[in-house]
């Protein structure tokens, strides 16, 4: 599925629609470079969960976990190297988890990712986003299909 999304609050409701799909063992992964909307996309998934708490990029934290309607893991792996840095720091108790989890910079441990998931590409274009939605697995599949409707 490929998506154009002019401003950043088509960012926040794609990120709604999403939120409203998604449940307790999901995995959502989200590339695409420094400033693309990864952590924006996030914030729109976590408003649609009912999380009050702010949404920042735990980049240093390679960890956050809201509590919403369901919890949702946070995971930036930008500073980690390899999947066995993301194994040591404790990352694959949500790959998946019995939360829903995000997880940016999904390239840098892609060796911790579960093979049924959600990835999500965002790219800058002029004027807004392109976003392309690929899913792994049929539950995604179907997630996606209910995404387009
Ligand atoms: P990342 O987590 O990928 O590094 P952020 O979500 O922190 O990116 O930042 C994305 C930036 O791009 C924010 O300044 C946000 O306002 C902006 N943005 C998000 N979505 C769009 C969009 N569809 N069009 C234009 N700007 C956007
Ligand atoms: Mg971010």
Known sequence: MYLFLAKEEDTLKLGNSIGELI???NVL?????????KTTLTKGIAAALGVGEPVTS???SLLNIYNGRYDIAHIDAYRLNNAQEGFDAG???YLPGDCVTVVEWPD?????????RLAIKISR???GRAVEII???????KLLKELEE
Request: no cysteine; glycine share 18%; proline share 11%.
């Open 58 to 60: 735990p980049t240093f």
């Open 91 to 93: 990352l694959e108790e």
């Open 29 to 37: 992964v989200l590339s695409g470079d420094l400033g693309a909307g």
């Open 108 to 116: 840098n441990i892609a060796g911790l990712l579960p093979q049924e």
């Open 125 to 127: 274009v002029e004027d």
């Open 135 to 141: 899913p792994y697995g049929s539950a995604y599949t």
């Open 23 to 25: 449940g307790p063992g």
